[in-house]
T-cell receptor, first 110, second 116 residues
Framework: KNEVEQSPQNLTAQEGEFITINCSYSVGISALHWLQQHPGGGIVSLFMLSSGKKKHGRLIATINIQEKHSSLHITASHPRDSAVYICAVRSGGTASKLTFGTGTRLQVTL | GAVVSQHPSWVICKSGTSVKIECRSLDFQATTMFWYRQFPKQSLMLMATSNEGSKATYEQGVEKDKFLINHASLTLSTLTVTSAHPEDSSFYIC????????????FGPGTRLTVL
């Protein structure tokens, strides 16, 4: 079993739909990252959070430390949101080494 | 947000040659940089952790003599793939640790290496 599990693995949505991507982890963490990777390959850091909730534009990330679970929500999805979304956790202390989930491939259609 | 650049963005080389990839933090100092490798439709695999002024720490299974890492300054780390072979063809990504912002990591755009 991977230390970081994401679901779903693949997701197709129509433009405008509300999207949720889930991440569960089995280790103690100091922070959790949500990353976005477009087909060209470049990775963008969307959020880093250790508690509660963060919002940026149409994106919302939440984390429940007790349940070892985080969600990434996209409101009013758009085709440009099509990408792979990756959850990554940093375990303990100040070490920055990340453990990655396998990613969720999102396709938003018109 | 902080910017990390990589150069080159893509490279094609002949088998047996060496290729150097640069990773730069453009607007912040990064005491720690990370090098990842990614195969198609797979997640990132950490190759090594690079600390400024000291030897890199390699992950298990990564040949340190094959993948030479140098972190000569707080804004530059280089990865050299020595005597490249077709199986080294991959997408290489670096990230830099922004400690001022609580160890948030910023990723470079990646370098696609194709070895013929």
């Amino acid at each position: 079993k991977n230390e970081v599990e994401q679901s779903p693995q693949n997701l197709t949505a129509q433009e405008g739909e509300f999207i949720t991507i889930n991440c569960s982890y089995s280790v103690g963490i100091s922070a959790l990252h949500w990353l976005q990777q477009h087909p060209g390959g470049g990775i963008v850091s969307l959020f880093m959070l250790s508690s509660g909730k963060k919002k940026h534009g149409r994106l919302i990330a939440t984390i429940n430390i007790q349940e070892k679970h985080s969600s990434l929500h996209i409101t009013a999805s758009h085709p440009r949101d099509s990408a792979v979304y990756i959850c990554a956790v940093r375990s303990g202390g100040t070490a920055s080494k990340l453990t990655f989930g396998t990613g969720t491939r999102l396709q938003v259609t018109l | 947000g902080a910017v990390v650049s990589q150069h080159p963005s893509w490279v094609i080389c002949k088998s047996g040659t060496s290729v150097k990839i640069e990773c730069r933090s453009l607007d912040f100092q990064a005491t720690t940089m990370f090098w990842y490798r990614q195969f198609p439709k797979q997640s990132l695999m950490l190759m090594a952790t690079s600390n400024e002024g000291s030897k890199a720490t390699y992950e298990q299974g990564v040949e340190k003599d094959k993948f030479l890492i140098n972190h000569a300054s707080l804004t530059l780390s280089t990865l050299t793939v020595t005597s490249a072979h077709p199986e080294d063809s991959s997408f290489y990504i670096c990230s830099a640790d922004q400690r001022v912002r609580g160890n948030e990591q910023f990723f470079g755009p990646g370098t696609r290496l194709t070895v013929l």
